[in-house]
């Protein structure tokens, strides 16, 4: 459907439409809101941890809410911050940087954002039913399984939901990249970006499930009496530790890895040159991929798992610095001798080379088992972790989002207004996070409520507290250029940067429906400037026009997603009172009921026909 009809239409048939979609460049427009919203709350959260620890002595909120405010800072911009605005940049670039109309499994993917955002809801609702979790992001044992009320119970079936939906997604994007490549896209030509989200899809894949066992084992342990993680009743607490991590480590590469395919594409771009060391970068991001999975237990050297395990994970871990280290000098190298362009995008890239350098150099000190005996549990470890999380991830979403905006929105993003949002958030990140590496080693423990007078601790704190409020400013500013772009700014060409390389640049922004009117032909790496270096517009089709099929749009996905929301309130209060088994009941019953409508009856989609394409070529819709 094009632009023109969607304005003319009225606000609730707009919803409907979003509600209904199954179109993975709307799924990502819902991913994006909605990661977005989580990412001031969380951000809310981290600046009221911030305000506590100005001072010493400082009574600004209780012990208790401190516990529960550091739990759901640490939960929300993990689980429904970073996670979900990758998915935002997965959606909308992948199918358009292979040649695909769309996901392998539109339905699936629908389903996955849902899932998603109603267990990021179920988790949140625990602020007004008597107490969000308390129990550190990481939920270890005991501590969680003996927290009182439910906030533990909101904790296990939130992130049960919100995973599954992960889960479902990352399978998804497995399926299209090795199923949906346009002819000639092999894989050591496909772009870096979609090579890193295939490798991030695959740890999703083994990494998610090691996290489901652990969280369906504490809602065993917590709703209905079993103990598994109960030490007096033959029960394991270290247990949780390995579970989670093993999930959580890989989460870290999760996370990055997309970014780190975004940057590559960045720089490429904008120093107008061909990735340096294409093959190394691919090698090195299945390598990362690969040694992430051995390096969990590098979490849990102070637990007494003996110097032998303590050894092997401090050399495994180490020695993943290496691929991440070719990674650096080939952006280095891309850019050198390169006519580089200091966009918005650019400068974001730029500023996380260092950035991210000063994280894994850290992570290289806490991988030292004898070292971090000392490390373990200080402020030093809430600094290395910002580093590598804010200096790489947040940066990168910044960076992808300046990038690949006029893709998404039909827009490019003010550079005044990106750049003015760069220079207080990158100086505030380096305030706040910077020094705590030096309060770590002064003592300062991580997860503390306050600290005293006469500890030497209070400049540093109120230096950190002063970088987070203008981290705060920075993201103001960004939000405003949003605002101001989507009203002000001119429509955005296809190819708004001029040196687009690979295929997402040869459609207009924002693509049509379909995607490619005619399945584009691959006939080299970087497949759009081998064809604008033979003074080609676009590229080669690889197929004669003809008609498209299309999936149907469909609102099942939102009530399978809406039935689970219901029946986890049940699951979480049925312990208190049986008569909270009926949600169970009517929340499954909606879920299933959905599901058995979707297995009965035959969706066979629409098709676009081959004159409504040649209507749309003349009007320039789908050159």
Do not use: C
């Amino acid at each position: 459907m094009s632009t023109a009809v969607a304005q003319k239409r009225g606000l609730g048939a707009v919803i409907w439409d979003y509600l209904t979609t199954v179109d993975h460049k709307k799924i990502a427009h819902l991913y994006l809101v909605s990661g977005g919203l989580f990412f001031l709350i969380g951000g809310l959260e981290a600046m009221i941890i911030r305000i506590q620890l100005m001072k010493p002595d400082n009574d600004f909120i209780s012990a208790g809410l401190y516990n529960e405010m550091i739990t759901m800072h640490g939960t929300t911009m993990i689980f429904l911050a970073a996670m979900p605005l990758i998915f935002a940049l997965m959606n909308a670039v992948v199918p358009l940087q292979i040649g695909a109309r769309d996901v392998a499994f539109p339905f699936l993917n629908s389903l996955g954002f849902w899932l998603f955002l109603f267990g990021g809801l179920l988790l949140n609702v625990s602020w007004f039913t008597g107490g969000a979790p308390d129990a550190g992001w990481t939920n270890y044992a005991p501590l969680s399984t003996t927290s009182p009320g439910h906030g533990v119970d909101y904790y296990v079936m939130g992130l049960q939901i919100s995973g599954a939906g992960t889960l479902i997604g990352g399978i998804n994007f497995l399926v299209t990249i090795v199923n949906m490549r346009a002819p000639g896209m092999t894989y050591m030509r496909m772009p870096l970006f979609t090579w890193s989200v295939f490798v991030t899809s695959t740890l999703i894949l083994f990494a998610f499930p090691a996290l489901t066992v652990g969280l369906f084992l504490m809602m065993f342990d917590r709703m209905f009496g079993s103990a598994f993680f109960d030490v007096g009743l033959g029960g394991n607490a270290i247990i949780w530790e390995h579970l989670f991590w093993i999930f959580g480590h890989p989460e870290v590469y999760i996370l990055i890895l997309p970014l780190f395919g975004a940057f590559s594409d960045i720089f490429s771009t904008f120093s107008k040159k061909r990735l340096f060391g294409y093959s190394a970068m691919v090698f090195a991001t299945v390598l990362i991929g690969f040694l992430g999975f051995m390096v969990w237990a590098h979490h849990m050297f102070t637990v007494g798992m003996g110097p032998i395990a303590n050894s092997i994970f401090a050399v495994a871990t180490m020695a993943i610095a290496v691929p991440t280290g070719i990674k650096i000098f080939n952006w280095l190298f891309t850019m050198w001798g390169g006519q580089i362009r200091m966009t918005a995008a650019m400068l974001w890239s730029i500023a996380f080379i260092p950035s991210f350098t000063i994280g894994g150099m850290t992570g290289v000190m806490l991988a030292a088992a004898a070292a971090d005996f000392q490390y373990h549990d200080t402020y030093f470890v809430v600094g290395h972790f910002h580093y590598v999380i804010v200096g790489g991830v947040a940066f990168g979403i910044f960076a992808a989002l300046h990038y690949w905006w006029p893709k998404m929105f039909g827009k490019v993003l003010n550079e005044k207004l990106g750049k003015l949002a760069f220079w207080p958030f990158f100086i505030g990140f380096h305030l706040t996070f910077f020094i705590q590496h030096f309060l770590g080693l002064m003592g300062m423990p991580r997860r503390y409520w306050v600290f005293l007078e006469g500890q030497g601790l209070a400049t540093g704190n109120l230096i950190s507290t002063i970088g987070a409020f203008l981290m705060a400013i920075g993201t103001i500013i960004f939000l405003i250029n949003v605002v101001y772009t989507s009203v002000k700014e001119k429509k955005a060409d296809g190819d708004p940067w001029e040196h687009g390389r690979t295929l997402e640049w040869s459609i207009p922004s924002p693509p049509p429906h379909y995607n490619f009117v005619q399945t584009p032909l691959v006939r080299g790496l970087d497949p759009l400037w081998v064809e604008k270096m033979d003074g080609k517009e676009g590229m080669t089709p690889a197929e004669p026009l003809g008609d498209i099929h299309m999936p149907n749009a469909s609102i099942l996905p939102f009530t399978m997603s809406l039935g689970l929301f219901i029946a986890g309130f049940g699951f979480i209060y049925q312990i208190d009172d049986p008569i909270w088994l009926i949600p169970v009941f009517v929340g499954m019953g909606i879920t299933l009921g959905s599901m058995l409508i979707r297995s009965v009856k035959d969706d066979l989609g629409h098709h676009i026909h081959k004159e409504e394409l040649e209507e749309d070529i003349k009007k320039g819709v789908g050159k």
